[in-house]
């Protein structure tokens, strides 16, 4: 079964923080995701990778950055956090052609 | 962009009676693939079952099957004898080949299983 852990379930942090949310996967997919899960919102998706170094902007990547140095390891950065980024955060990856497999996702809260 | 209507937010399902989960989805594509995920209170976002695009017949897994209608771009779940533990947020994706690997997900149906 291939396997995606985010570092954390739940995270706190003080507004104007730089925030990293690490997600690792063990099944060699070349394709990850950062999904931020809100009420109502549904799944939009922050960023995406296709392999390692690259990076591509999804629906709503302003406030955030990634970084992919690993195949294994995707992470998301929030470079100075806002209390409206406060959300559940999802990753995944997925082969080129299959299903997303999903972590279990972190609630960030920023106060 | 592909886009992707779940028009129900919620619904309800008598334990061991029989629900059907709506869908529908905008794409000028031939080749895609569909999705059905599950996630539970616990958060965990679990693939239910997957369907391609190229595929006349429905997908089925156990107690899940869907009603895969192409000309419609309808992608409907039924779910058969339905459990306590069926209770959840349904969400309903969409996967092209074409536009780089992104996913279009619809806004999702909560579940909810009477006893």
């Known amino acids: 079964d291939v396997k995606v852990t985010q570092s954390s379930r739940y995270l706190v942090k003080r507004t104007g923080e730089k925030v990293f949310l690490e997600c690792v996967q063990d099944?060699?997919?070349?394709?990850m995701f950062w999904y931020r899960q809100d009420p109502g919102l549904g799944l939009r998706l922050i960023y995406f990778s296709y392999d390692v170094k690259m990076k591509e902007k999804g629906d709503i990547p302003e406030g955030y950055s990634v970084s992919r140095e690993k195949k294994e390891r995707f992470s998301l950065i929030l470079e100075s956090a806002s209390t409206n980024q406060t959300s559940m955060y999802l990753c995944?990856?997925?082969?080129?052609?299959?299903?997303?497999?999903f972590g279990n996702g972190t609630r960030l809260t920023v106060t | 962009a592909q886009t992707v209507t779940q028009s129900q937010p919620e619904m309800s399902v008598q334990e061991a009676e029989t629900v059907t989960l709506s869908c529908t989805y905008d794409t000028s594509e031939s080749d895609y693939y569909l999705f059905w995920y599950k996630q539970p209170p616990s958060r965990q976002m679990i693939l239910v079952i997957r369907?391609?695009?190229?595929?006349?017949q429905n997908a089925t897994e156990n107690r899940f099957s869907v009603n895969f209608q192409k000309a419609a771009k309808s992608f409907s779940l039924k779910i058969s004898d339905s459990q306590l533990g069926d209770a959840a947020m349904y969400f309903c994706?969409?996967?092209?080949?074409?536009?780089?690997?992104?996913?279009?997900f619809g806004t999702g149906t909560s579940l909810t299983v009477i006893p």
């Open positions: 369907q391609e695009a190229y595929k006349q």
């Open positions: 995944a990856s997925s082969p080129p052609r299959g299903a997303l497999h």
């Open positions: 099944m060699d997919h070349e394709n």
């Open positions: 994706a969409y996967r092209s080949p074409l536009t780089g690997n992104q996913f279009y």
